[in-house]
């Protein structure tokens, strides 16, 4: 099991003396997550971070044990830092000020550690209290769901369950966050003006 305890000094604040921006979308499985992290990071023409779970899953297969998420949790938090490390060192110094768009984060692997095992690594919760982001785009389950062989619950009334579980953590937590709901053009409409808003309360 990786050691998450030397990443929680790190909180990704590599370029706070020069303001990255950074946004979060997540939510359930079939959401739209990875989509619309995609198209923002194009209409901003910005970095986003993709999520590190699938990959894992599909190297190493979609059986999986509660051992296993403390190693997503710290591939998730290693491509986060890549990606920023790599966005110093090419944007350092210019205007405007850089967005990077995260697909998923320690949020997500936290409700999916409680919910399949009943159970969070102490080190993941204490790392993710420790992490900073600017803005977090929480996807609703209006889409239909689309099958997956990694993914695990079709069924609504589990889809709205775990739904619930997002919304209580954005609720807990103190940065801005907005429900996003609706086809994928308004989805990602609705993304855009949340980025937005954050760029012009930046601004003032």
């Known amino acids: ?7 929680i000094n790190s909180k990704t604040s590599l370029g706070a003396e020069i303001m990255l921006k950074k946004i979060v979308i997540l939510g359930p499985e079939s959401t739209g997550k990875s989509t619309l992290s995609a198209q923002l990071a194009a209409h901003y023409k910005a970095t ?12 190493n297969g979609s059986t999986y044990e509660y051992s296993d998420l403390a190693v997503i949790a ?13 966005w110093r060192n090419q944007y350092v110094g210019k205007e405007p000020a850089p967005l990077l768009f995260i697909d ?14 009943n159970k969070c690594d ?14 977090y785009l929480l996807c609703d389950i209006d889409l239909p769901w689309v099958k997956d062989e990694l993914r695990e619950y079709p069924e609504l009334s589990e889809r709205l369950k775990i739904f619930h579980h997002y919304k209580e953590s954005m609720l807990a937590q103190h940065k801005p966050w907005k429900i996003i709901n609706g086809n994928y053009d308004e989805r ?11 760029l012009n309360a930046r601004a003032h």
């Open 122 to 135: 102490n080190r993941l919760l204490t790392s993710l209290a420790s992490r900073e982001y600017d803005l």
């Open 104 to 117: 998923t984060d320690l949020h997500v692997i936290k409700i999916w550690s409680e919910y399949v095992f």
């Open 188 to 198: 990602l409409q609705h993304a855009i003006e949340a980025v937005n808003e954050l």
């Open 1 to 7: 099991m990786p050691d998450l305890q030397k990443n």
């Open 48 to 59: 986003w971070v993709a999520e590190y779970a699938r990959e894992y899953l599909e190297t």
């Open 74 to 86: 710290d591939g998730q938090i290693k491509q986060e830092e890549i990606a920023e490390n790599n």
